[in-house]
């Protein structure tokens, strides 16, 4: 009986930053029993993370995983072109929709053990030869959770009466189209002050999302956004292009809405959601999103690519 699986994750390190959404499942996977190291990829592009290859292969050599689990297509494709080992990719989203990326992607997917899809469309985008499941990343629900509105404006600083929009990125990240949502709130007879999502530790970004009044997101493309399941665990009113697997995860929940791309709809949005007037349910249409039982489903997707391999 297999004691202890030993995973070396790999994933974009640049900055000397892993993604908090990666760290987070990798601290679930090691309460459930994971033996796990983390290799960041330094550099950008293609050539900048195949040019990590070697490194990677170097690693496994002197930690000698039983699998490796690369996040995103890239990340997947320098994990197999030197080792061996069996190898499972997680496929966010972006690499689907850039496309020299996507092309190298897909091949990743073929040369792979097992491929994980955060939403479905992925996995029609990115295809693959190989078994597959479907699978979202989770939050950590201790992490992100309601607090009273009026005591998170206080702590943090805020007016008590003027209208706050969180946006989900950084205002310089052309995927998530700042300009979109600078020209709907511009429609709005009313005082809104946005707020960039930018070097932020997770309790302030659980701080900002229950102290706002709105989440924003108007990406072109997404996977399964984290930052909509932060705002739903919070209860914070949600206006959203409809992109990725939104639309299944806020479902019916009142006070978030789904929106076009044009400026005036997102502004309509916007009103609604703002004159909604309280805080939303969201955080019980989520539970099945906590990490502790994605994690344990990631745990069986391993067990299973493990027995097969034998």
């Known amino acids: 009986m297999r004691k202890s699986i030993k995973v070396l994750t790999v994933c974009s390190g640049n900055s000397n930053n892993i993604a908090p959404f990666i760290t987070e499942q ?5 309460a459930n029993g994971m033996d796990i190291d983390i290799f960041g990829i330094v550099g950008k592009g293609v050539f900048g993370y195949l040019r990590n290859a070697f490194r990677i292969r170097n690693i496994v050599k002197k930690t000698k995983p039983d699998l490796i689990h690369a996040h995103y297509g890239l990340s997947g494709l320098a994990s197999r072109l030197f080792t061996s080992r069996p190898l499972v990719i997680t496929f966010h989203g972006s690499e689907a929709y850039i496309p020299n990326v996507r092309y190298l992607s897909c091949l990743a997917a073929k040369l792979s053990t097992y491929n994980i899809f955060v939403e479905e469309k992925l996995k029609q985008r990115i295809g693959g030869t190989n078994k597959s499941a479907t699978l979202p990343c989770g939050i950590n629900l201790n992490v992100f959770y309601p607090i009273n509105k009026k005591i998170a404006r206080e702590m943090i600083g805020f007016e008590q009466d003027k209208k706050y929009i969180l946006f989900s990125s950084r205002f310089n ?11 709907a709130v511009g429609k709005l007879n009313m005082q809104i002050e946005i707020l960039e999502l930018s070097n932020k530790t997770r309790s302030e970004v659980n701080l900002l999302l229950n102290a706002c009044d709105v989440a924003l997101l108007t990406s072109k493309s997404e996977g399964s956004p984290q930052f909509i399941k932060e705002a739903m665990a919070c209860n914070c009113p949600i206006v959203s292009t409809d992109v990725g ?11 978030c809405y789904l929106t076009t791309f044009e400026p005036q709809d997102i502004a309509n949005k916007i009103k609604s959601a703002i004159n909604f007037g309280k805080r939303t349910n969201g955080r019980e249409k989520i539970m099945h999103f906590d990490n502790k039982l994605i994690s344990g489903k990631i745990v069986e997707v391993y067990k299973r690519v493990l027995n097969n391999n034998e």
């Open 245 to 255: 697997d939104i639309k299944n995860i806020i479902g019916n929940t009142e006070g």
């Open 173 to 183: 990240n052309p995927v998530k189209q700042f300009s979109l949502a600078k020209s």
């Open 26 to 30: 990798v601290e679930s996977l090691k």
